[in-house]
């Protein structure tokens, strides 16, 4: 099925049967996507119970409008959970309301202290400490011509990056990220009842361990994030609180790595999978920043985000009852042909990629953006140079992993000229 062909079950009215976990939609969305946007833009999917939106402007006046439309449900499970992983998943991990859960004015407070320890400052820092990183890999693989790159390079840099900005002992990343796998398909999939307990009994041991560490760095403040989250809360404690300072780091270990990874295995693969572009950044590295922004707008990280109505709306003209749970179809609002010219094109020279909406828009933006924006643009750079004969492994098929939100593939393999380890520099 082609980017820009029907998909093959799309003979009923769109807001009968849609489930964003069809094998269908999870292997190719965007054709789902562009019918949304011809026949319904705003529609009720009652397999999900989910009110759909798909066009850019729509989505755009919704995260706009925080009074209206709620971000509080959407960490929510999408499906129910069964009662012993529930009950352990509310007993292991006590996350207070910060920002991606918070709306106004709880959000502004947490929001602002957040954001004042995410300085640019403290994203600039980390520079030399991603391209460490993004090197040693490089040269943990360069010698044997062929990898998965999800394991080998896209999950690791984020993950130990993020790890390394938040503070936590460069001894525990291994452990760490043993404890995130699964979490997508918990709260945006529909895991099966022995995979739940499982999943939860990981985030459970991961929610302990910050709640250590937090109790720990506040007795040691250090040159990382979370001592940085510390020295606001002395400032006053009424203003922030321990369990705040926990609740952000818990966030941020999963948020701040799971996108980026996506972000750069769906680089390699829109780039690797057209002829010449990987040596138009070689010969060009002055391409990667636009070129990333491409990645964000054609294939974004996050396909989806949520949203539940405070009240009764009118969307597009359809009429939205109170506390209805809203499916915002980013990825789709960065094909709309109102916005984007030739949107299914792949264009690493196109003026205005970054219009796209991949971090969402408004008080919700996300505040990883810069942080994830730097490692894709680093990975490029270092990939580009260091194995400049990069190619996707022939006859693969590429599969995703089921869930509403995060999109990128599970395995990528390429294939590159063998040579003898480097230190990178």
């Known amino acids: 099925m082609s980017q820009t062909g029907e998909p093959r079950n799309l003979d009923y009215p769109v807001d009968h049967e849609f489930n964003p976990l069809d094998p269908d939609y999870l292997a190719d969305p965007y054709p789902f996507y562009a019918r949304f946007r011809r026949e319904a833009p705003v529609f009720y999917a009652p397999k999900i119970d989910f009110w759909v939106v798909s066009r850019y402007e729509d989505i755009q006046e919704i995260v706009k409008d925080p009074e209206t439309f709620s971000n509080a449900r959407v960490q929510e ?30 959000h502004r407070r947490t929001r602002k202290h957040a954001a004042r320890a995410f300085s640019a400052k403290r ?9 460490e990183i993004a090197n040693g890999l490089i040269d943990e693989m360069i010698s044997d011509g062929r990898a998965d790159m999800v394991n ?20 525990d990343t291994e452990m760490l990220k043993s404890w995130c796998f699964d979490r997508l398909k918990l709260t945006w999939g529909r895991p099966l009842p022995e995979e739940q307990l499982a999943t939860v ?8 361990y910050i709640e250590n ?23 006053d404690e009424d203003d922030l609180s321990l369990e705040e300072v926990v609740s952000i780091d818990y966030s941020l270990s999963f948020a701040g790595h799971e996108t980026t990874t996506n972000l750069i295995l769906n680089g390699l693969r829109q780039l690797l999978g057209r002829p010449g572009l990987w040596d138009e950044l070689r010969e060009d590295p002055s391409l990667i920043e636009n070129a990333v922004e491409e990645i964000l707008r054609r294939d974004t990280s996050v396909i989806s985000w949520r949203r539940s109505t405070t009240r009764q709306v009118e969307i597009a003209g359809v009429e939205v009852p109170e506390g209805a749970r809203l499916l915002l179809l980013l990825a789709s609002a960065n094909r709309d042909e109102n916005v984007f010219e030739d949107p299914n094109e792949f264009d690493i020279r196109r003026e205005n990629a ?16 810069p942080l994830a924006r730097l490692e894709a643009r680093i990975a490029l750079e270092l990939l580009t140079q260091r194995l400049p004969d990069l190619r996707l492994s022939p006859d693969q098929q590429f599969e995703f992993d089921p869930n509403i939100s995060f999109r990128g593939p599970k395995q990528l393999w390429a294939e590159w000229t063998p040579v003898e380890a480097a230190v990178g520099t």
């Open 201 to 208: 009994e990981k985030m459970t041991s991961f929610f302990e």
């Open 152 to 171: 080998r390079f896209a999950f690791p840099l984020p993950a130990s990056v993020v790890f390394s900005l938040i503070g936590y002992p460069e001894e």
């Open 77 to 106: 499970p999408l499906y129910s959970l069964t009662p012993e992983a529930l009950e352990k998943l509310k007993k292991g991990v006590r996350v207070t309301p910060t920002t991606s859960t918070a709306d106004p004015p709880l």
């Open 123 to 131: 994203v600039t820092s980390l520079e030399p400490r991603i391209r």
């Open 354 to 369: 970054s219009k796209h909406i991949a971090f969402s828009h408004g008080i919700h933006f996300c505040l990883g953006a």
């Open 213 to 235: 560490f937090v109790q720990e760095r506040a007795e040691d403040l250090r040159d990382d994030y979370t001592s940085d989250l510390l020295r606001i809360r002395a400032e």
